[in-house]
Structure formats: C-alpha cells, structure tokens
C-alpha cells in the first residue's frame, strides 16, 4: 500500500539556521512526488514536483531533493515567514491517487 | 492565488444532515479532486473527477459523492453526516496529464458536525 511518512513533525529553528525535513515514500510505481506548503487555514500552496531519483529542484531559500526511497526538503538561512506546515505527497503510476503525509510545522523564530 | 474558489468558507450543520459543498476550478483544468483534511492530519483523497466522470477514489463510504460539470465547477455531497466529518474539505484542479501536472487548491471549507 501507498504510504508517505514526513519527519520530524514539527521543527524549531532560530532564524538563519539551516536545516532539512524529510520524506519517506512507499509506493508501486511512481509517477511524481510533490511538495506543499500550507499555512493555518488555507489550502496548499504547490512548491515542487519531482519525477525521478537524483532530480533537484530550487526556490528561494527552498531546495528539495529525491532518492528512490525519500526526499529532502532543505532550507537554507530561514526567515520567520517560512514558518509553515510542509506537505509531502506522491502520486503512482495510476495518476488518479495522490497520498499526502502528515506535514511538518515549521516555526522559525527571529 | 490558484484560481481554485470554494463556497462556502465555513459550515456548521448537525449529525445527519446532507451538506454540499463547492468548487470553482480555472478554465481549461479538466480534472478535479476532493480532499479532507482532519486537524493536525495530511489531506486523505476522497476521489477525482475528469471531464465529468469519477475515475478514483479512495477509502471513503457511498455517502461521499460528487459531481463534475463542463463549466468547470464541482461538488462534493456528504450524506448522514457524522461527528468525525468534522474537517477542512479542499478542492484541487488540474490541467491533467503529463509532466507539468501540478495541483492548484482552493482554500477550502470548514465543516464543523455538532
């Protein structure tokens, strides 16, 4: 069974100091991983899309990365409107199903 | 903003009840899926529409239903509601298909069942 495990869930960080989240992934075949911003009551915000091991992917201070098994969401030099819950998610093969993990709470304090 | 709009922002109905709840997608995104999304959770997938046509869905009962239509809006029927619906609902769309398939949420629905 499709399954998406993000750690840590939730992450404290002073403002500048770097550092990454992680995804686990099990799935039969996939088709692409995607990582989502959300802030407190609104909806995902689209980040990345990665298609295949060793594909990178930057923004701003943003930088994900995927192996065959996980992907690295890592940021660099945080500001404290990065602070946000990241969404991890993959679709298969089929393209119909997309699995979400728990997200992690990222706070960063100024 | 995505160009994804869902009314209304905030419900409150009581267990039993029929709610629906709706979406607005942008021009030309043919597919559309519905999430709900518990306090502290990820979005669980309730199912996905493509040109009017259900064509997944995930471990959610009969009583989760929807409908897709051509001027791109969609809705998403709940029936014999229960407490743990209780959740923010989300829409997504998508132009559908190939490498450049991103989704595009709306800002969701917050439905509380007393």
């Known amino acids: 069974e499709d399954q998406v495990t993000q750690s840590p869930e939730a992450l404290r960080l002073q403002e500048g100091e770097s550092s990454s989240l992680n995804c686990s992934y099990t799935?039969?075949?996939?088709?692409?991983l995607f990582w989502y911003r959300q802030d407190p009551g609104k909806g995902p915000e689209f980040l990345f899309t990665?298609?295949?091991a060793g594909e990178e992917k930057e923004k701003e201070r943003l930088k994900a990365t995927l192996t065959k098994k996980e992907s690295f969401l890592h940021i660099t030099a945080p500001k404290p409107e990065d602070s946000a819950t990241y969404l991890c998610?993959?679709?298969?093969?089929?393209?119909?199903?997309?699995?979400f993990g728990a997200g992690t709470r990222l706070f960063v304090k100024a | 903003e995505t160009g994804v709009t869902q009314s209304p922002t905030h419900l409150i109905k009581t267990r039993g009840q029929q709610v629906t709840l709706r979406c607005s997608s942008q021009?030309?995104?043919?597919?559309v899926s519905w999430y709900q999304q518990a306090l502290g959770q990820g979005p669980q997938f309730i199912f996905q529409?493509?040109?009017?046509?259900?064509?997944g869905r995930g471990n959610f009962p009969p009583r989760f239903s929807g409908l897709q239509f051509p001027n791109y809006s969609s809705e998403l029927n709940v029936n014999a509601l229960e407490l743990d619906d209780s959740a923010l609902y989300l829409c997504?769309?998508?132009?559908?298909?190939?490498?450049?398939?991103?989704?595009?949420f709306g800002p969701g629905t917050r439905l509380l069942v007393l």
């Open positions: 997504a769309s998508t132009t559908g298909g190939g490498l450049q398939e991103t989704q595009y």
């Open positions: 799935v039969s075949g996939l088709r692409g």
């Open positions: 990665l298609y295949s």
């Open positions: 998610a993959v679709q298969d093969t089929g393209g119909f199903k997309t699995i």
């Open positions: 021009s030309g995104h043919n597919t």
């Open positions: 529409y493509y040109r009017e046509e259900e064509n």
